[in-house]
């Protein structure tokens, strides 16, 4: 696997990522008092950056399905 199928695989792993983590900081940011707009400002930033890497992976011909050899024998 070379690199730019790496990516196409990692990438997808980091969108859904951020999206967990989004919405972990808007469930806190009910708890956050005063800094609640800047842990929401934070998952808002988290979607930027989940939008920016959506727009790489379709340059890079969208996401890669990638199975470990060994995935099978587990």
Do not use: C
């Not at 929401?40 to 950056?49: E, F, G, M, S, V």
């Amino acid at each position: 696997m070379n690199e730019l199928e790496k990516l196409r695989v990692l990438i997808p792993h980091w969108i859904e990522h951020n999206q967990e983590h989004a919405n972990e900081f808007r469930k806190w940011a009910e708890q956050g008092g005063d800094a609640a707009p800047e842990i929401l400002a934070a998952a808002d930033n988290l979607k930027q950056a989940s939008t920016a890497l959506e727009i790489a992976l379709e340059k890079l011909g969208g996401g890669l399905e990638y199975h470990h050899p060994d995935s099978s024998h587990k």
